[in-house]
Nanobody, 116 residues
């Protein structure tokens, strides 16, 4: 019954901003590390950011300084604030519950397109 539902994607111009949300249900959200990943057509699914249960965060080098991951445990939701967006940020963005190593649950994804 684990569910992860992403929202907030869309079309934005280079330099613009979006905030993605991932609403989680069916598990004890507050104790899990959560992550955002992205996948462009023909490419691997790559890690974007992680947020641990204690609030610590990690980021891929490509988004560091531009994106911010956060969590609201009262709402069972994680967010990805995306600023200074670039065309190379275009991808489907996925929310993940981390269960250790490569294991976990995925959401359905939300499309982000950065284009003029």
């Amino acid at each position: 019954q684990v569910q992860l539902v992403e929202s907030g994607g869309g079309l934005v111009q280079p330099g613009g901003s979006l905030r993605l949300s991932c609403a989680a249900s069916g598990f004890m959200f507050r104790i899990y590390t959560m992550g955002w990943y992205r996948q462009a057509p023909g490419k691997q699914r790559d890690m974007v950011a992680h947020i641990f249960s204690d609030g610590r965060t990690t980021y891929s080098d490509s988004v560091k300084g531009r994106f911010t991951i956060s969590r609201d445990n009262a709402k069972n939701t994680i967010y990805l604030q995306m600023n200074s967006l670039k065309p190379e940020d275009t991808a489907v963005y996925y929310c993940k519950r981390h269960d250790g190593g490569e294991y976990g649950y995925w959401g359905q994804g939300t499309q982000v397109t950065v284009s003029s």
